[in-house]
């Protein structure tokens, strides 16, 4: 974990020690209140030969142990308050990346809601996804927006491609048919840990129909934390 105060200038509000703070347990282990953290996936897999295979000179050619990494660095907020609860990492967006990782989107055209500062979709950009990183939080989209520069190498290499923009529930339920789709041409839609409030859920889900309705063969993955 390493400071980083020329990324806190795109907070859209400063923390105050008086005010009541949110802290995610994914970061109960991390001393700094404001950071760059990295965060990494690694799988070591070990080859399964279905003949007898040799070498050059003869020899056996034995199974061989190999390693898939993904990586990607954030920006974010530890203990911010409630109202700017989308500035830190949550569980539910290590579930999604889990599931990234597990089934590289390369390609895909992928639409986030509820982003926060972009840890799922930016480990989807540096697999090969199109991903389009949406949340209602201004300060949050800013924070994403840096946080794909910050990996715009690895997205690079991987083939994918990240942008951020505000985008509220409520305001995209309720739009026109005829309006341009918000979310563009994505064909897959994802959230992570965005079940939280009753009003805020009924405008998520809302949204959701709105997106699946406009798109026929959308389709949705959800991460909750338990």
């Not at 209602?136 to 715009?152: F, I, S």
């Not at 406009?214 to 338990?226: I, N, Q, Y």
Request: aromatic share 4%.
């Amino acid at each position: 974990l390493v400071d980083a105060p020329e990324a806190m200038a795109a907070l859209a509000s400063d923390y105050e020690e008086d005010s009541d703070d949110v802290l995610s347990d994914v970061h109960l282990q991390l001393a700094q209140r404001d950071g760059v953290t990295t965060l990494c996936w690694e799988e070591e897999q070990t080859t399964k030969n279905e003949c007898v295979v040799v070498d050059a000179d003869g020899d056996l050619e034995p199974p061989r142990k190999r390693s898939k990494k993904a990586a990607v660095a954030l920006a974010h907020r530890l203990a911010p308050p409630v109202a700017d609860v989308g500035l830190q990492v949550w569980r539910g967006a290590l579930l999604l990346g889990d599931y990234f990782f597990e089934h590289p989107p390369v390609a895909v055209k992928l639409a986030e809601l509820g982003a926060g500062v972009g840890a799922a979709g930016l480990l989807a950009a540096t697999l090969g996804a199109d991903v389009l990183a949406t949340d209602g939080h201004a300060g949050a989209v800013a924070l994403a927006a840096a946080n794909g520069d910050r990996n715009a190498a690895a997205i690079s290499r991987g083939g994918g491609r990240f942008a951020a923009a505000v985008l509220e529930w409520r305001a995209y339920a309720d739009a026109d048919a005829d309006d341009d789709d918000a979310l563009g041409d994505a064909s897959l839609l994802v959230a992570a840990d965005c079940v939280y409030d009753d009003v805020a859920t009924d405008a998520l889900f809302d949204a959701v129909a709105t997106a699946l309705d406009r798109r026929p063969g959308r389709e949705l993955v959800l991460a909750l934390e338990k």
